[in-house]
């Protein structure tokens, strides 16, 4: 059964901080990782994507990937009070099929 | 624009009506997919597709029908036989390939059963 782990929150942290959100997965199988951005009553819309082990930064986002550990966590950078939502882990197996973790909500206090 | 659409934004079901939700997509994507939310929970496979007049039962498959006629459109039945079909169903699509195969998501629709 490939499952796909999260806290589910909140995560509180004030305007400006650093916000981490983290993620395991259990099928070593799983070639990528995405987060998703999702606000209340809105469908999830991509914010990234990973495949290799390390680092990838856009913008205020990092995400990691570290596959020995089955771990992917997303860094929000100067987190902002329009960040807070719910954010999505999701592995790809296989072909195309996505497997999502329940979410993390986020809450950014200004 | 390109992107995906879905119809109706809101549903309203009594029991033991079967209900068709639409999603179409001028992306040309050849990969489409049905997922339920529930409150507090995650996304959950119902059906997929990666060609035309081809499809695979996702985790929940069950109490559902979808159809593949065309590469744009993939609308899901919700039939009587799903015994709590109150949810929010969202349609993705996506290029296939290797490695970043995102998928898009539509604006989903919200389906109530009275």
Redesign the interface.
Known sequence: QKE?E?N?GPLSVPEGAIASLNCTYSDRGS??F?WYRQYSG?????IM?I?SNGDKEDGRFTAQLNKASQYVSLLIRDSQPSDSATY?C?G?SG????T????TMLLVSP | DGGITQSPKYLFRKEGQNVTLSCEQNLNHDAMYWYRQDPGQGLRLIYYSQIVNDFQKGDIAEGYSVSREKKESFPLTVTSAQKNPTAFYLCASSPLGQGDNEQFFGPGTRLTVL
Request: glycine share 8%; net charge positive.
């Open positions: 796909v999260q589910s070639q990528s995405f809105k469908s999830p819309e991509l994507f495949y999505l999701a790809l072909y195309s099929t996505l999502f973790g329940k979410g």
